[in-house]
């Protein structure tokens, strides 16, 4: 009982200190190399890509 105890102790403790990392890059599109001009132009933000054209990149920056 008491092995268990002082384990989830040492597991809470550890916990604060972890940090995690961020797999995506520009997760919120705000970086841009150049303001995206069609709907397919999703490569414009930077760290992003498609290979079909299917996803849709809207930006405050042009105005289609």
Do not use: R
Not at 30 to 57: F, H, L, M, N, R
């Amino acid at each position: 009982m008491l092995h268990k105890l002082f384990s989830l102790f040492l597991f809470l403790l550890l916990a604060q200190f972890v940090q995690g990392q961020n797999l995506v890059p520009n997760p919120s599109f705000e970086d841009t190399d150049v303001c995206p001009v069609g709907i397919g132009d999703v490569e414009k933000a930077t760290g992003w890509g498609s290979y079909s054209y299917t996803p849709d990149y809207f930006n405050a920056c042009n105005n289609y």
